[in-house]
């Protein structure tokens, strides 16, 4: 199966390289306009374009990784779609929830497959921690709190990360947001803060939220990219080898009968009768996924090609992630409790 990757950014190279590690598909080309993506594809050997159209006028391809920044995913992603090319287009889906909802009813009206690229899903880990609340081991879910605390330097912001569409909110929290879904269930309504104090840009550096979810549950998350610290999915999962690992939790998740700790899945349980005057004991699971997320993300977008498989994150979860992520924005400028945007498929 011939698949291309459109834009060769950080997590394009990414994408570029769980390719290559696949023994299931072959990498045709990627197109990106950049110098850099220029010498990248003529380092690794690559068929490289700088324009998407001259790319398809002489390839035909299976699937395409849409990697580009989030402004662009609309415009790239309607191109693939009006060529009957099945997509996985990176978190967040789009930069908003209009052209999400573009993206995801054309990508319906011409049956093109469509994923989007939540990997976090993928990882072991969370899927043995998706069965433990599933099963019951935890009770009746209570609360939830997420951290990601960690320090971008200035080398890692380009023109495009510093406006609007980037901004560790939609670009980080999006993840923490779209795994709290996926393991606790929808979110009913929001509550945020937030600020841009450090680096005083035109987007936030940090933020708290509260989240009240359909089911019941409440939950904190709290997000900054300005912080010194050990406490994100991306220093404590392994999931990624390019950020030092660190042997904290970022999540953690409580209810009546026992709390979750992740990614170190560690459970809190209580010896005898449950009361606080009672010693609790704590039993730690060593998960180390068989195969990279991206790899496993990959493996299950060719599936979704060949019509085997469903996809663990459709486009329509991207969408509802998409507009918790948005009803969070739009409560810190308002300072109103707001309810995310409803889509049902």
Request: glycine fraction near 6%; proline fraction near 4%; include cysteine.
């Amino acid at each position: 199966m011939k698949i291309a990757v459109i834009g060769a950014g950080l997590a394009g190279q990414q994408h570029v390289r769980a390719i290559q590690k696949s023994d299931q598909c072959t990498l045709d080309f990627v197109v990106d306009p950049s110098l850099e993506s220029i010498e990248f594809c003529r380092n690794s050997n690559l068929s490289h374009f700088s324009e998407i159209e001259k790319a398809l006028a002489d390839r035909k391809l299976d699937g395409v990784i849409i990697e580009t920044p989030n402004s662009l995913h609309l415009r790239h992603s309607l191109i693939f779609i009006e060529n009957k090319i099945p997509l996985l287009v990176e978190k967040p889906i789009s930069s908003d929830f209009k052209s999400a909802l573009s993206i995801v009813q054309y990508a319906q009206k011409e049956n093109v497959p469509l994923m989007t690229g939540h990997h976090r899903r993928h990882n072991k880990i969370v899927a043995v921690a998706k069965e433990k609340i599933a099963s019951g081991q935890l009770g009746r879910l209570v609360a939830s709190h997420s951290m990601c605390w960690l320090f971008k330097p200035e080398t890692y912001f380009n023109t495009w990360r510093k406006g609007n569409s980037g901004g560790p909110v939609l670009i980080n929290l999006t993840h923490d947001i779209d795994l709290m879904r996926y393991l606790i269930g929808e979110i009913e309504s929001v509550h945020c803060f937030d600020s841009s104090m450090i680096r005083a840009g035109d987007v936030e550096d940090s933020a708290v939220v509260n989240l009240k979810y359909e089911n019941g549950v409440l939950g904190t998350l709290s997000i900054s990219d300005t912080i010194v610290g050990p406490w994100s999915w991306e220093q404590t999962s392994k999931e990624n080898p390019v950020y030092p690992h660190q042997k904290e939790s970022c999540y953690w998740i409580g209810g009546t009968h026992g709390s979750l700790e992740l990614p170190k899945v560690k459970g809190w349980m209580s010896e005898a009768e449950r009361s606080w005057w009672n010693p609790i004991f704590y039993k730690e699971e060593t998960i180390e996924p068989k195969s990279e997320s991206l790899l496993d993300q990959l493996h299950n977008f060719l599936s979704l090609i060949k019509g085997k498989d469903a996809p663990v994150c459709s486009g329509i979860d991207g969408l509802r992630t998409l507009s918790v992520i948005e009803a969070i924005k739009m409560s810190a400028r308002t300072g109103k409790v707001i309810r995310p945007k409803k889509f049902l498929s």
